[in-house]
């Protein structure tokens, strides 16, 4: 058994905010992509089903895919179907002590996220540098309850539409 396995939540939002449109990301960001596959490769992620629907390749390899859904006949093949936050939770802590990950990852969507907030150790946000428009939107980061803890800066490439920066932060110990 591993000691205490860290809920990070993993997103990219634009500096007003903004995280999805219709379903899916506002924006192309390939390098983003890269750093998202790094930090969530080998470890559980748990998404809602709007994230599992937008996903251009079912699974995700390499990680356990937990989808939660009110919905208890939806089909997510390759993926597993939880009802409750608490159920996917658990599910995710047994099978990181089992595969000695020491993160479960939560990848979106908006409901999810705030959901799971309150609860998370580490927020791994790629801040995108544009205003854009979109119909779901990220938790305020409250400075008081999160720290940032490290910071990189990327700048835009031919396949990414904009500059970001990827900021850690880790919950500030009370």
């Known amino acids: 058994m591993i000691g205490k396995v860290i809920l990070a939540l993993v997103v990219a939002m634009s500096d007003n905010g903004v995280i999805g449109r219709d379903g899916g990301l506002p924006w192309h960001l390939r390098s983003d992509l890269k750093r998202f596959k790094e930090i969530t490769q080998f470890k559980p992620i748990i998404m809602g089903s ?4 937008s996903l251009p390749k079912k699974p995700l390899p390499g990680r356990l895919n937990i989808v939660l ?3 208890p006949r939806m089909e997510a093949e390759g993926g597993i ?3 409750s936050l608490m159920e996917a939770l658990d599910i995710a802590r047994e099978h990181a002590a089992d595969d000695g990950a020491d993160e479960i990852c ?3 969507g908006a409901n999810v996220y705030e959901q799971t ?3 998370a150790d580490r927020l791994y946000v790629s801040h995108v540098h544009a205003d854009v428009e979109g119909d779901a939107h990220f938790p305020p980061i409250d400075p008081a309850v999160w720290q940032v803890t490290s910071e990189e ?3 835009k490439t031919e ?3 904009h500059d970001f920066t990827l900021r850690v932060y880790d919950r500030v110990k009370k």
Do not use: A, E, H, Q
């Open 81 to 83: 179907i939880c009802t």
């Open 117 to 119: 907030l309150p609860k």
């Open 50 to 53: 709007t994230t599992w629907d």
């Open 69 to 71: 859904s009110r919905d």
């Open 153 to 155: 800066s990327f700048s």
């Open 159 to 161: 396949n990414d539409d």
């Open 106 to 108: 939560v990848i979106g």
